[in-house]
């Protein structure tokens, strides 16, 4: 059975399900989120208004036996940054949703009632529903209640109380394999889903395959493509100490944003890291190894307990501990984790809601290091939604405005995670030029400036910055369209065997003949489509730069500034 | 001359996290990395004193020397 598109229409409450336009038939993942929307969502539109769009699609090999290959996208005009938006994420529905034959679920209007409702989606339908019960609720109320409620194997895509209000830095939480919770964490799209009145979305295949052209070669691609993965040396290092591994080779580098990025190291750094994690992990009885989606061979994902060996979070990344460990200089690995949980519950950004504490933190609204105060704010004030709490959840850039702050470190409004571009100048291009605003996976530069993976480039000079973070950004707007972790970019930047290979299993999925010149021609499109959707919404090249304090503060120890000049930052766009 | 070690992630397992050592004058990073009984290939990054470097680099007094395996995230 071919894909389909399956569409609901809150303004009506009516649902239907169509075939797939044929210039859309060749994308998936974050190619057709962003096609979808700059086709149909008028760019210059409330982005909680009746004119945005909520579009959700897996990739192209999600739902197969590919590895690595369950990653979903969410898209729609942000409410955080004004412009185009794609937030990428584990758990079960990518493939669940690939195997119900949708090709893209596209959610449009609003309703006149004031109610909440839900969505159920089927191989051969898809149903609007009022719900009275799980308003009000944290998402892992939701996912508890759901699967008493629902018999057999549901995704389930949720939002919590954040989303609810409407908060900027509101995400949409994904259910992983057992049950804990993978986030659509940025630009706040869970606030697009509250304000669509949608609690959760729950997604069941039934006995749906996705159909593969030609088996034998999409196995044998995906056997070459699998041992590049599990050959890689830095596959190892992540299994056994998660995404956090980063945060002593980044301090070492003088490039960890620490208290409201006014330094580059972090004394905390040793009690926050990945190999003090894996230690804790282990001594408690955790995880160090999970998986987000199924057909995981990284396994970067951990459940982390608390003292008592009772499981507190999953899925405890790099970035969330960076933001509020250094940048709100906590060195308190528990209270991070119980924060994790919180914004995981109440389903709020953790960089985004992290890096605006640190703003908060600078404005006098509490003391750098007072973790304990996080805590009490996201449960007193962000949770009920009091006038601090709102200030909060609308994100880092609300903070500053609010206080009166300039130190506010934001591109497009989005806040900028754990990478100083002062002293790691390619992802000061990355941060400054996305579509999407400041977002390290737009085009992860820390690989060649800092971890030696693809080549090097020095991270303080300028020379070849703009051209490595465009090929970076090219790249991974094709990843992103595959359904694959982004993580599979380090095995393809080193290792031959392994781009070759994911050509082979889209060509061997749907039976066609693309080159690798094709999927960068696929990546250059989607980024030029985006900037079109950001152009037309006002946008302008003024907008591609930093925050001024980054051309004026040295940052320690290397005591450099960004220096690029606007000038420099758009020739970005000559591709 | 006095040169402080840092290991990290699986290259401290049964070595160290931070260590002193009294080094010859002429001390090679990848002499160090031999002593410490590291295989060259597992290496990823380099740094001396926060700055990136390569196995041939002559130590100097006081320098701070950071071995990482290839390792990632983001």
Not at chain 1, 152 to 173: D, F, P, R, W
Not at chain 1, 299 to 319: H, M, P, R, V, W
Not at chain 1, 477 to 492: E, K, N, P, R, V
Not at chain 1, 507 to 532: C, H, M, P, W, Y
Request: hydrophobic content about 40%; charged content about 20%.
């Amino acid at each position: 059975m071919a894909d389909k598109i399956f569409r609901v229409n809150m303004s009506t409450l009516t649902t239907s399900i169509e075939d797939v336009p044929k210039s859309w038939a060749g994308h998936g993942g974050r190619g057709l989120t962003s096609t979808i929307v700059a086709a149909e969502v008028e760019p210059t539109c409330h982005p909680l208004g009746e004119k945005n769009k909520l579009v959700i699609a897996p990739g192209l090999l999600s739902g197969t036996i590919a590895a690595n290959s369950g990653r979903l996208s969410i898209g729609a005009k942000s409410p955080l940054t004004g412009t185009i938006k794609e937030s990428n994420a584990g758990g079960t529905a990518a493939q669940i949703l690939a195997k119900a034959g949708c090709k893209a679920l596209i959610i449009e209007g609003l309703p006149e009632k004031d109610c909440w409702y839900s969505i159920a989606l089927t191989p051969d339908s898809v149903t609007i529903s009022e719900e009275t019960e799980l308003p009000g609720k944290g998402n892992f109320a939701v996912i508890e209640t759901l699967s008493d409620r629902l018999e057999g194997k549901h995704a389930v895509l949720t939002i919590g109380q954040a989303g609810e209000m409407k908060m900027s830095s509101a995400n949409i939480s994904i259910k992983d394999p057992d049950g804990n919770l993978r986030s659509s964490g940025r630009g706040g799209l869970g606030a697009v889903m509250g304000s669509k009145k949608i609690k959760f979305i729950t997604i069941d295949a039934k006995d749906g395959k996705v159909a593969i052209a030609e088996p034998e070669k999409f196995k044998e691609a995906n056997r070459v493509f699998a041992k590049a993965l599990v050959d890689h040396p830095l596959t190892a290092g992540l299994g056994q100490f998660g995404t956090n591994v980063l945060v002593n080779v980044i301090n070492e580098a003088g490039s960890l944003p620490t208290k409201n990025f006014t330094a580059g190291q972090f004394e905390g750094h040793e009690a926050i890291s990945g190999e003090t994690m894996h230690d804790i992990i282990v001594e408690r009885g955790g995880k160090p190894r999970h998986n987000c989606h199924a057909g995981c061979v990284i396994q970067c994902s951990q459940i982390y307990n608390d003292a008592k060996g009772e499981k507190l979070t999953a899925g405890f990344e790099y970035e969330s501990i960076w933001a509020m460990g250094a940048d709100c200089c906590v060195d308190n690995l528990d209270q991070i984790a119980e924060a994790d949980k919180i914004m995981d519950d109440i389903g709020i950004d953790t960089i985004e809601t992290s890096v605006a504490f640190g703003v908060a933190m600078e404005a006098g609204v509490l003391e750098f290091g007072d973790g304990a105060g996080i805590l009490r704010i996201l449960e007193d004030d962000v949770t009920k939604g009091t006038g601090l709490g709102r200030i909060i959840g609308n994100g880092t850039g609300s903070v500053g405005r609010a206080y009166g702050v300039t130190r506010v470190p934001v591109v497009k409004n989005q806040a900028i995670p754990a990478y100083d571009p002062r002293s790691i100048k390619g992802m000061g291009i990355t941060y400054a030029t996305s579509t999407q605003g400041a977002d390290h996976t737009m085009g992860y530069a820390v690989t060649a400036n800092i971890l030696g993976v693809g080549g090097n480039v020095d991270p303080m000079s300028k020379e070849g910055q703009i051209e490595l973070s465009r090929n970076l950004q090219v790249a991974t707007a094709a990843i992103d369209s595959t359904g694959m972790c982004l993580f599979i970019a380090f095995a393809a930047l080193d290792d031959e065997t392994c781009l070759p290979a994911l050509v082979d299993l889209l060509n061997a999925r749907f039976g066609i003949g693309l080159t690798g010149d094709d999927v960068v021609a696929l990546g250059q499109s989607i980024l030029k489509t985006e900037r079109g959707f950001n152009m037309a919404a006002g946008f302008t090249a003024a907008d591609d730069r930093l925050p001024d304090f980054f051309y004026t503060e040295a940052l320690p120890p290397h005591n450099v500034v960004f220096d690029f000049t606007d000038e420099e930052m758009a020739t970005f766009w000559d591709f | 001359m006095k040169v402080t070690i840092k290991l990290f992630a699986f290259f401290r397992e049964s070595r160290f996290k931070i260590e002193n050592r009294d080094l010859e004058k002429g001390t090679t990073v990848g002499n160090i990395v031999d002593v410490l009984g590291i295989d060259r290939k597992e290496i990823g990054v380099l740094m001396i004193n926060s700055r990136h470097t390569t196995l041939e680099t002559e130590l100097s007094e006081n320098d701070i020397l950071a071995i990482f395996p290839v390792i990632g995230g983001g």
